[in-house]
């Protein structure tokens, strides 16, 4: 079974090799294999989950080199159940954005750029939730780093092109703090292996100890999109083409949450800076849904509640008892697949009406019930309605504050209440303005240029009211040339009637929300078991050491 761990990662990989060896040929092929490659992970991942929730941790030194000098791979309970939720999201964005290809008529972009760095991005994602040390877990960033500025890139138009050099100096400021944390661990440690390390820490100077922790939390809070350390993301993401936004926005800044939970219980138990990640917890509350409640443009909105709700991850991390570790588990894991899907339906809305921008909107619930229920679901599930998933991690979460009873801990379970009413709130006007008032005057005949690529540039002499603007800025245009943003940024012609790819795979993914909730007390004690193993690291520590 320990053979199966690294597969997750080299599957991709692999075929990633393969594909660029076909190159923008066999069109049919190419996607048949990236939908099997990401089943076969899927498939793989429900195995490592169940074999390490029924055996315990499973680990494998490549090269049958033993720590500190091999590469170990493990897969736990919190690795497992981290696979197989990302497996499904990003299997569900693969098929929503062969819809997407597939109704742009655009064959080159998806195939020949996106899928190639979106199964980089996914072998990315899986290295990190497997790395058995601190160097694996860097290049894991570095694989999602390099996948991630082509994704956001993709087309080379320059609204694209300036919110992807953004997230690339910041994503660059933090791996050169990564890379010094690693070697100071090495210096003070002689080694990076998670397992060693949990045992030698407690040996380093206390001074020292508290500076590598400090060191690691900042990178992972630049990567978990923490406030203050947020502020690169509204405008970073919503600028991609749809099935990027979506699978960065729910996936990636989870792994920096992960990387958080995992340093903070094995490496740093009974940390000193629990205080310090409680205000960062309340502040990411804070700012994120204030900023959610005065943005107009919906990807806006979600990108601002994606801040607010990192915050109750942030809140279960930093209380680190059993009850707030698997509170935490539980919303990663519906935020991955709730805060996926809204975008998802972000895209659809875009595809239908040519804008995101919800004074444009209206009249949605009659003219498309269907995607009204599509995100209806999830955004009631992001407020915590009972009995949703949202409200099991976040009555998870509120208990364990309640239980632990301090005055930072009151705090947090008044302003997880505080957010979550305004998230109700923020819903709420998203459906009043996009879905529920009627279409305002001039919605049927006019839509909105989002983004172009010939357009990026326009000429100095053009009249200033012919010049299109840039995504979300809305410049009217006449009825039957209304147009989005393709793949590679090209203007494309929106249509009432969605491509049913994009309609099934966004079906899924609430359906695969809602699941959570039928699923609820296996998946409550199965991240209570994840939690007591966790916080025991016995149980890790053995698994890699072979005690």
């Not at 099935?243 to 903070?264: D, W």
């Not at 990192?310 to 935020?335: D, E, K, Q």
């Not at 949202?390 to 997880?416: E, H, N, P, Q, T």
């Not at 699923?519 to 209570?528: A, E, K, S, V, Y």
């Amino acid at each position: 079974m320990n053979a199966l761990v690294p597969l997750p990662v080299l599957l991709p990989l692999c075929v990633t090799g393969l594909k660029l060896a076909i190159g923008p040929r066999l069109h049919r092929f190419q996607r048949f294999i990236s939908l099997a490659v990401l089943g076969a992970v899927l498939v793989l991942s429900v195995v490592l989950m169940v074999a390490a929730d029924r055996h315990g941790p499973l680990s494998v030194h490549l090269g049958d080199f033993a720590p500190p000098v091999g590469i170990t791979l493990v897969a736990d309970r919190l690795a497992g159940l981290m696979l197989t939720v990302s497996s499904a999201v990003t299997l569900l964005v693969l098929v929503y954005s062969l819809g997407q290809g597939m109704a742009d008529r655009d064959d080159q972009a998806p195939v020949g750029v996106f899928h190639p760095a979106y199964l980089i991005l996914v072998a990315g994602v899986s290295c990190t939730f497997l790395a058995g040390d601190l160097v694996n877990l860097y290049v894991g960033f570095e694989i999602m780093l390099v996948a991630s500025f082509v994704l956001l890139t993709i087309g080379g138009t320059a609204t694209r092109i300036r919110a992807g050099s953004t997230y690339v100096i910041i994503s660059l400021f933090s791996s050169v703090l990564f890379l010094v944390a690693i070697a100071m661990t090495y210096a003070v440690a002689g080694t990076v292996n998670f397992a060693q390390l949990a045992e030698r820490l407690q040996e380093v100077p206390l001074g020292v100890r508290t500076l590598l922790e400090a060191m690691l939390l900042t990178v992972f809070a630049i990567k978990a999109a923490v406030f203050p350390l947020a502020a690169w993301l509204p405008d970073s993401y919503p600028t991609a083409p749809a099935p990027v936004t979506a699978v960065f926005a729910g996936l990636l800044t989870k792994v920096g949450v992960y990387s958080m939970l995992r340093t903070q219980t094995l490496l740093f138990p009974g940390h000193r800076l629990g205080d310090l990640l409680m205000l960062a917890a309340l502040a990411s509350m804070a700012v994120g849904i204030l900023g959610a409640v005065a943005q107009t443009d919906l990807k806006r909105v979600l990108s601002f509640t994606l801040i607010s709700h990192i915050g109750y991850m942030v809140f279960g991390i930093a209380l680190a008892g059993r009850g707030s570790i698997a509170g935490a588990i539980v919303y990663v894991a519906h935020h991955i697949t709730v805060q996926t899907t809204l975008f998802l339906v972000a895209g659809l809305v875009e595809r239908r009406d040519g804008t995101t921008e919800l004074t444009r909107l209206g009249g949605l619930a009659k003219a498309a019930p269907l995607l009204a229920v599509l995100f209806l679901v999830p955004a009631l599930n992001l407020a915590g309605i009972p009995p949703l998933s949202g409200f099991i991690g976040k009555l998870g979460l509120m208990r364990a504050g309640v239980a632990d009873g301090g005055g930072w801990a009151w705090a947090l379970v008044a302003g997880s209440a505080a957010t979550s009413l305004l998230t109700l709130y923020v819903m709420a006007k998203v459906w009043n303005l996009a879905f529920w008032r009627d279409a305002p005057p001039g919605a049927e005949e006019e839509g909105v240029v989002l983004e172009s690529a010939e357009d990026d540039e326009p000429d100095d002499e053009a009249d200033d009211e012919e010049r299109p603007t840039g995504s979300g800025s809305g410049l009217p245009v006449p009825a039957g040339a209304v147009v989005a943003a393709g793949f590679l940024g090209q203007s494309i012609t929106t249509s009432k009637r969605l491509p049913w790819p994009m309609q099934a795979a966004t079906g899924a993914a609430v359906a695969l929300g809602l699941s959570y909730t039928v699923l609820g007390g296996p998946l409550t004690t199965f991240t209570q078991a994840a939690a007591t193993e966790l916080l025991a690291r016995t149980p890790y520590i053995e698994a890699v050491l072979g005690r």
